[in-house]
């Protein structure tokens, strides 16, 4: 049995969308409603991980734990390990949700999901995917798609990732979804590697697990959240979670 960890890494600094996590929606900050996701998931404890008072201010406004962090670190997973040793330095939690804080209309039961592939003591890391519906994902190369085999009832092995089109042939397509649940030996193993050739070219990070034997496996669930990266992402999600609030579902 797994004792899981959530982090929420979140920083101020967006080129498209500044201050993104402190947008407001339906009366909230962004980063509030993910942890309110994160905390619905009842899988463990929840701290957004931030280099802003104002995030942290904001978590901790609602009863929410918030650790500060560096502000150069170079990307949220190293975001995740800096929290990771201040939160639980004796290493009490053996798993690491990392819960992007972009993600204000995440589906609960999809953080859940995202632990379930480690119940294999083969799968070092897990993940989401969702199958492809809308035709212009498809060949859009800012949504990563995950090329896999099935191994279990709604559960992928990753053995690739990548902008492009793939696979070939009929079949579904699958829309990786950037949640991550670590084993912690996983996450100290993965901070340790250098940049892989692969994660060079296609510009994802997770492509560095598996060009060093790594396994990645994906839970596919229905619900695909909407990530904020645009102001128009950002009325998406404004409506979605209106929607949510008035119609309860």
């Known amino acids: 049995m797994s004792d899981p960890l959530v982090l929420i890494p979140a920083r101020l600094a967006a080129t498209r969308l500044p201050n993104k996590p402190l947008a407001d929606i339906a ?40 650790t500060m962090t560096r502000a150069d670190h ?3 997973s190293d975001r995740l390990a800096e929290a990771l040793e201040t939160v639980d330095p004796e290493g009490h939690y053996d798993v690491v949700v990392n819960v992007q804080g ?16 480690l119940a294999d003591r083969a799968v070092d ?28 009832p709604d559960r992928l092995r990753a053995l690739y990732f990548t902008r492009a089109s793939a696979p070939w042939g009929e079949g579904p397509l699958y829309h990786h979804i950037g949640l991550y649940a670590y084993r912690r030996t996983a996450l100290a193993r993965f901070m340790s590697l ?5 994660e060079t070219r296609e510009k994802l990070e997770q492509l560095r697990a598996l060009e060093a034997g790594m396994r990645i496996d994906a839970a596919v669930v229905d619900d695909l959240p ?15 979670v209106d929607k949510r609030m008035t119609t309860g579902r």
């Open 226 to 240: 909407l990530g904020v990266d645009t102001p128009h992402d950002l009325e998406r999600a404004r409506a979605l």
């Open 102 to 117: 972009d993600l204000p209309t995440i589906n609960p039961r999809a953080i859940g999901a995202a632990v379930s592939p």
């Open 125 to 152: 890391i897990a993940t989401l995917c969702a199958v492809i519906t809308r035709a212009e994902e498809a060949t859009d190369p800012n949504v990563v798609k995950l090329v896999g085999h099935p191994v279990g």
């Open 27 to 66: 009366g909230e900050p962004m980063i509030v409603h993910v942890w309110r996701r994160a905390m619905e998931a009842g899988i463990g404890p929840v701290v957004v991980a931030t280099d802003a008072q104002e995030i942290a201010a904001a978590i901790e406004a609602v009863g929410g734990l918030a």
């Open 194 to 198: 250098p940049p892989g050739h692969l």
């Open 74 to 76: 170079p990307s949220g």
